[in-house]
């Protein structure tokens, strides 16, 4: 039974709400065990040619787990790496992002490294910030215009996310001596190639899920979102067509009404996402398995969405296998989200007899 409601039907920007959005069409498309694959091919040469598939979470850490294995497919040191980008075929930006060097802003692509940033230490010289990052030919040139400190800044020329990848990995793998030895371009895989080794990532889908939420990162959901796509309606990966199954997966599996939401990207940067409270509460209902993959706030089960004039809370009240939805969404400039979140949590454990070790009946909680 809905416990209380303020305009269910109004659609409202959901800001970084929309994430659980993503998240459920991950789940339902890819299935919590997916491990995002690499395709590593040998040619003519030694020539390596690298083809993404649009994996989130290729750190430098995971880089360093699979150059040991590739090391050991490879007939010939290498004398070039090619990067395959094109299984992302993109005619823009992330609807919202903007060109800063924030991290949030950073580039999507289909073989990306450390989210597509580069956490650099500048003093006379410039220099990792990291341990597990080695010093790159890259960082010199991205840092000279930075001030004396440490600075993560995100990528947005695709020479930079191919030299940043390329360097990365041979550096790592000592493929070639040295990342500044091993020449570094774009270009496709050449047809008749079989894979000599295909990586997997040793963090499953639920693992990236739960990063997700925790850090609320706009790349990840957004690479999430396009594999969504491409996985539901064929590679290469498009805006339309993570949007086309956005928008199937809402009206035939979670089952909302026509017109209840809109999409145009995956993170919630965008303010032409849309969707209503009512909606949402569906939406959270059909999610409630995967609860514990959001975030504890307040000693519950949230996720936050924040913009300018746009504040927002999602989740769960109460404990337990069967806790109870709820959907706050303020498109305001009034920023009072966690005032009022606080007086209904304390509504809520008041209705429900907390302490007195009673459960009620399932309840929802919707308003905006």
């Not at 709400?17 to 065990?33: E, N």
């Not at 750190?59 to 050991?72: G, N």
């Not at 010939?76 to 992002?97: K, Q, Y």
């Not at 060109?99 to 650099?120: E, G, K, Q, R, W």
């Amino acid at each position: 039974m809905i416990l209380g409601q303020y305009r269910p039907a109004s659609a409202f920007i959901p800001a970084s709400t929309w994430k659980i959005a993503t998240a459920a069409l991950a789940i339902h498309t890819l299935g919590l065990d997916y491990h995002f694959p690499t395709f590593f091919y040998q040619g003519r040469q030694g020539r390596l040619f690298i083809r993404g598939r649009g994996d989130p979470f290729l750190t430098s850490e995971e880089i360093a787990r699979l150059v040991k294995r590739l090391k050991k497919k490879l007939t010939m040191p290498v004398s070039a790496i090619i990067i395959d980008n094109s299984s992302f075929r993109l005619t823009g930006r992330p609807d919202g992002s903007t060109m800063t060097l924030n991290p949030y802003d950073a580039d999507l692509s289909a073989l990306a490294v450390n989210f597509n940033t580069i956490n650099l230490q500048v003093t006379d010289k410039v220099r990792s910030a990291e341990r597990q990052t080695p010093n790159l030919p890259i960082m010199a040139g991205l840092g000279q215009k930075l001030s004396i400190g440490r600075h993560r800044i995100a990528l947005h020329k695709i020479k930079n996310i191919n030299d940043y990848s390329g360097q990365l990995l041979a550096a790592l793998g000592g493929l070639t001596g040295g990342a500044a030895v091993c020449p570094i371009r774009r270009g496709k895989v050449p047809g008749g190639l079989t894979a000599i080794y295909i990586h997997r990532n040793s963090r499953n889908l639920k693992a990236v899920l739960k990063a997700l939420f925790l850090y609320s990162n706009n790349f990840i959901a957004n690479q999430i979102f396009l594999a969504c796509g491409a996985r539901r309606f064929g590679w290469p990966a498009t805006w339309e067509k993570a949007r086309r199954a956005m928008r199937e997966f809402m009206a035939l599996t979670v089952k909302l009404p026509k017109g209840a939401c809109e999409v145009m990207e995956g993170s919630g940067l965008s303010r032409h996402n849309r969707i209503t409270p009512a909606a949402m509460l569906q939406l959270l209902t059909y999610f409630e398995p995967q609860a514990d993959l959001l975030p504890l706030h307040y000693g519950q089960r949230l996720k936050s969405g924040t913009l300018t004039g746009v504040y927002a809370y999602a989740g769960y009240l109460g404990a337990g296998k069967s806790p109870d939805p709820f959907v706050l969404i303020l498109n305001q400039a009034n920023n009072v989200r966690d005032r009022v979140v606080r007086l209904l949590i304390g509504a809520y454990n008041q209705e429900s007899g907390v302490g007195a070790g009673f459960k009620p009946a399932h309840r929802e909680v919707t308003g905006a």
